[in-house]
């Protein structure tokens, strides 16, 4: 697939499709507007889901609520989508004869103001159901946006108006209850619905993360990509230990040590992508390395030379470029991409 910045995102569906048509694909709509953009024969696009049968649950009083009747607007070349109050989640299925079974949750970034859904989410989802990956974009709740209102004057009242983590409060709600009802429909979507992960992007990345930490082991996703994101919490909640304490008398000496034993309740395996040079995130996400570290955890982590914030699937000639071939190849390193053998009885 080609990583170009591209402007087609997948926003709409082609009447055929709204129709159940199974022979006939889904053509995204730019920004909007009119035009199509095909997409692989490869993949499969299906109409979007809502996430919530009737109003959205979640934070009760969310401060950044957006008031009824506000319409969704496409800016940055239709690229980026502000004022989401309907959250819902698009399907990118592979063709059968190509699918492992796996399935990941694709939470775009924008600091919980806007959706980066090209770059950081119908590309890595078409890339990722070329590959034999289930993808599912994930459009969840951001904060509103005033008529208006200028970009960087939104940024500046939310930066001021919802610290730690509140603006991504909603967004959090929305990608727990999406995991729920893909694995619901797991047999619909052709995905084992313990092998469902979730990636986000920067603000995504609270997203996704907030799915791996959940306080209910049910509830969270099997494996999670931290994409210069993190759960934008501090202090973050207490997490919940990698390992069972050794036994007395293990040596003290790490090298002499038997493997350690997985603890109940564990967090599900971490993958965490970003760059040195990014000044908007990296402060966090070393914060958040260090404490899955602390807890007992060893997180797939990749920090690149350069890259800024906000790369996702945009070619900057840097290793940047490539890493979702390192997270598709973590994913497989992981067992992910094939069925769990039958527990004996």
């Given amino acids: 697939m080609s990583r170009k910045l591209s402007r087609a995102i997948g926003v709409a569906l082609a009447a055929a499709m709204m129709a159940g048509a199974p022979a006939m694909q889904a053509q995204p709509v730019i920004g909007g507007q009119a035009g199509v953009r095909p997409m692989s024969p490869i993949v499969r696009v299906l109409p979007p889901v809502p996430v919530w049968n009737g109003t959205p649950d979640g ?101 001021a108006s919802f610290p730690n983590g509140l603006g991504g409060a909603a967004g959090a709600a929305d990608g727990i209850e999406a995991l729920r009802q893909i694995r619901a429909r797991a047999a619909e979507y052709g995905i ?13 990345g609270h997203v996704s993360g907030m799915m791996a930490i959940d306080p209910d082991p049910a509830k969270r996703a099997n494996f999670s990509g931290l994409i210069y994101g993190m759960p934008f919490l501090w202090p973050l909640p207490p997490l919940p230990a990698a390992n069972l304490p050794y036994p007395p008398g293990t040596p003290a ?21 970003g760059a040195q040079d990014d000044a908007i995130a990296g402060v966090g996400f070393t914060r958040f390395q260090t ?45 992910f991409l094939s069925a769990k053998p039958a527990p004996t009885k």
């Fill in 192 to 204: 084992d619905p313990q092998r469902v992960g979730a990636v986000g992007f920067s603000a995504g």
């Fill in 253 to 273: 000496e790490p090298w002499l040590r038997p493997a350690p034993t997985p603890a109940p309740g564990a967090l599900p395996p971490i993958f965490m992508a």
């Fill in 291 to 335: 404490a899955l570290a602390g807890a007992g955890y060893l997180p797939e982590v990749h920090l690149y030379q350069r890259g800024g914030h906000g790369f996702g699937m945009r070619q900057q000639n840097l290793t940047t470029d490539h890493w979702i071939e390192e997270f598709y190849w973590w994913i497989a390193a992981n067992g």
């Fill in 59 to 159: 934070p009760k009083d969310w401060p950044a609520a957006i008031p009824a009747g506000t319409p969704e607007l496409w800016e940055h070349d239709g690229a980026w989508l502000f004022n989401v109050s309907v959250p819902t989640y698009t399907p990118y299925l592979p063709d059968p004869t190509k699918a492992t079974g796996a399935a990941v949750i694709v939470a775009p970034g924008g600091g919980f103001r806007f959706l980066s859904m090209t770059s950081e989410g119908t590309q890595v989802a078409q890339w990722l159901a070329e590959h034999g990956i289930a993808a599912f974009v994930l459009k969840y709740r951001t904060t509103y946006r005033r008529p208006g209102e200028a970009i960087e004057a939104h940024r500046q009242r939310n930066q």
